[in-house]
């Protein structure tokens, strides 16, 4: 089942009527904020990986020139 055009246009009028646009505007930015947060650690965690796999090799070439 999908939405046509004036389905999700009816659905948007009504969200509106119910909560306001202010509050709907509100909705937004918070979800815009959550998303930049999430895409933000999801990177921290990805170097903080990239960096633990460079440390372990090196720890491992290190190892055998001894």
């Keep these: 089942m999908r939405l046509g055009t004036m389905e999700i246009l009816l659905i948007v009028v009504l969200a ?3 909560f306001g646009g202010s509050k ?3 909705v937004g930015k918070a979800l815009g904020q959550s998303i930049r947060e999430f895409k933000k650690e999801v ?3 990805d170097e903080k990986k990239a960096g633990e ?3 372990a090799e090196k720890a491992d070439g ?3 020139k001894e």
């Design 16 to 18: 509106l009527v119910v």
């Design 24 to 26: 709907i505007a509100g």
């Design 43 to 45: 990177k921290d965690d």
């Design 53 to 55: 796999a460079e440390n």
């Design 62 to 64: 290190d190892a055998k």
